[in-house]
C-alpha cells in the first residue's frame, strides 16, 4: 500500500507551494461512506479524462477497495515518492487523489489540441511553430506545459460591461514586480467600456495615453515569447476569444528584439539586432534625408552624387517633398492593400502592382528614379521590427519628421529626431522608463520554493 502518515501535512504543502491561482481546483467527494479528495491543475487536465478515469468509477464502484483495486489496475497511476516530485506531477498533468492515508496519482493530461494553429505574424526560423489559442483554458496549458513553476499564478478577471469577455492574469509570483502588479490591477478595474474582443483594444484601455503613438505593451502570439517574459518578471494578460496575449511591462527593445535572436549564436543575434537599428533609423530619416539633400543643402554629398540627383530630378516638374509624399503614400496604399485582399491573390496583385505604378510614374517624370529607389529602402527598412505594432508607429513618425525636414532642412531633421526622442523618454509602461534597454531579470530566490527540507512526506 502507499501510506502517508499525514495526507493533510502534505495538502497544506501542496497549496502552500501551488498558492491562490484560479487554475487549481480541488474537490471533496463522499461516495458509498468513504471520503476522496481531489487537486489538479484545471489548465493541464483532460476534463472527459478527470470523468471517466476517477470520477465516474469513484461513484459506481462499491466500496473504497473496489476502487483502489482499479486504480492499481490503472496504466497511468503513479504512487507516491515525495512532495517534490508530487508537485512536479501535479503540474505536470496528473491529478492527486487522497484516500485516508492514501494518495494516488493519476495521469490525466491533455495531451491533444486542434485549437492551436501555426505561428503567422512572428514566424522564426528555428523556434517553435505553433502559436497562442483563442481559448483561455487551451493557452494556460501551453504556458504551463513550458513553464512549470508552481510560483506561475493565474488570476480571472471579467472585462466589458456587457460582453463581459473572460480575461486571465498570468505572473510568476516570486519574481513580479509588487509595484507593477498592483498598477496593472488598477488599470484593470479602471476600465470602462461595454465590449473588448481584441487583445489590441485591450491594449488601448489599459494604456495611460490613450492617444500615443508607440505601444507600450507587447501583442504578441508566440508562446516563447509569453514565456520568457514570464521567466523575467513581466505580466501576461490572456483574453479569451484571441489568439493574441499582452505582455506588461515593455521597454523600447523589447520590440526590437525577435525569439530568433536566442535561437541563434550570440554575435549572429547582436549582428541582426544592429541590422533592425540601422533599418529603424532608415526608415525614420531616409525620406528627409532625400528632400533635405535635395532642395536645401546639396553640398552634404558628393558632387557626383549631387549631379546624378540632379539630373534624375530633371523632368520632375514638383518640389522633392511632394515627389516624396506621392510614392510614400502610393507605398502605404499598396501595403494596406495587401493586407485587405484576399491572400491567394494579395501579394501578386501588390507586387505587380507596385512594379507598374513605380517604372510608369518614372517614365512620365511624376518622380526620379532616385526617388523609387528612396521608397523601396524606407518600405523594407520598416518591416525588420519584428513587433508590428511598433513598425506601425515609426511609420507614422516619419512623416512628421519629414514635414518639419520639408519646413526647415537641416534643422528641421534634427528638431524632429530630438522631439521623437523627447517623446520617447517621457513614456513609460506601470512604472517600467520605455527607453531603458534592457530590463534586468528579477534576482531568483536562493532558497528553494518546495521546501525540500520537508519533502518525502510527513
Known amino acids: ?165 473572460r480575461l486571465a492574469l498570468v505572473y510568476d509570483e516570486q519574481l513580479v514586480n509588487p509595484n507593477t502588479l498592483m498598477k496593472v490591477k488598477e488599470a484593470l478595474n479602471q476600465i470602462q467600456t461595454d465590449v473588448i474582443q481584441a487583445a489590441g483594444e485591450l491594449q488601448r484601455l489599459l494604456t495611460k495615453t490613450k492617444k500615443g503613438l508607440f505601444p507600450t505593451m507587447i501583442v504578441t502570439e508566440r508562446p516563447d515569447r509569453v514565456v520568457y517574459n514570464l521567466s523575467h518578471g513581466k505580466i501576461a494578460f490572456l483574453l479569451q476569444g484571441t489568439p493574441f496575449a499582452l505582455i506588461a511591462p515593455a521597454v523600447f527593445y523589447d520590440f526590437m528584439s525577435s525569439m530568433d535572436d536566442f535561437y541563434v549564436p550570440y554575435w549572429v543575434s547582436r549582428f541582426l539586432v544592429f541590422i533592425r537599428y540601422i533599418g529603424l533609423l532608415a526608415t525614420i530619416s531616409l525620406a528627409s534625408l532625400y528632400v533635405l539633400v535635395t532642395s536645401f543643402n546639396p553640398e552634404m554629398v558628393r558632387v557626383q552624387l549631387a549631379l546624378s540627383i540632379a539630373g534624375s530630378r530633371a523632368p520632375v516638374p514638383y518640389p522633392s517633398y511632394f515627389e516624396v509624399a506621392f510614392m510614400l503614400l502610393m507605398m502605404e496604399l499598396l501595403t494596406e492593400a495587401s493586407l485587405r485582399l484576399p491572400k491567394s491573390i494579395g501579394s501578386t496583385a501588390t507586387t505587380v502592382g507596385g512594379l507598374i505604378l513605380g517604372q510608369a510614374a518614372t517614365q512620365a517624370g511624376l518622380v526620379s528614379n532616385i526617388m523609387i529607389i528612396v521608397v523601396a529602402a524606407v518600405a523594407i527598412s520598416n518591416y525588420v521590427v519584428p513587433i508590428m505594432e511598433m513598425s506601425y508607429g515609426i511609420r507614422v513618425a516619419k512623416y512628421g519628421i519629414l514635414v518639419i525636414t520639408s519646413l526647415f532642412g537641416l534643422m528641421g531633421l534634427v528638431a524632429g529626431l530630438l522631439a521623437l526622442l523627447a517623446y520617447i523618454v517621457r513614456l513609460d509602461s506601470f512604472g517600467e522608463p520605455y527607453f531603458k534597454l534592457f530590463i534586468e531579470k528579477p534576482e531568483k530566490a536562493h532558497k528553494a520554493s518546495r521546501g525540500k527540507n520537508n519533502s518525502g512526506g510527513a
Open 1 to 165: 500500500m502507499n501510506t502517508l502518515h499525514n495526507h493533510q501535512e502534505t495538502l497544506d504543502w501542496l497549496f502552500e507551494q501551488l498558492g491562490e491561482s484560479a487554475d487549481i481546483e480541488y474537490h471533496e467527494s463522499e461516495s458509498h461512506g468513504n471520503e476522496g479528495q481531489l487537486l489538479f491543475v484545471k489548465s493541464m487536465v483532460d476534463d472527459k479524462k478527470v470523468q471517466t478515469s476517477i470520477l465516474v468509477p469513484f461513484y459506481n464502484l462499491d466500496g473504497l477497495e473496489q476502487f483502489v483495486a482499479y486504480l492499481y489496475n490503472l496504466p497511468s497511476v503513479k504512487l507516491f515518492v515525495s512532495r517534490d516530485n508530487t508537485l512536479d506531477l501535479i503540474l505536470d498533468g496528473h491529478a492527486a487523489l487522497f484516500f485516508g492515508k492514501h494518495m494516488y496519482l493519476v495521469d490525466v493530461k491533455l495531451v491533444k489540441n486542434e485549437q492551436i494553429s501555426e505561428i503567422s505574424v512572428e514566424p522564426t526560423l528555428q523556434g517553435p511553430t505553433n502559436s497562442l489559442s483563442e481559448n483561455i483554458m487551451v493557452n494556460l496549458n501551453v504556458l504551463r506545459g513550458r513553464y512549470s513553476r508552481p510560483s506561475l499564478k493565474v488570476e480571472y478577471w471579467a472585462v466589458g460591461t456587457m460582453s463581459k469577455t
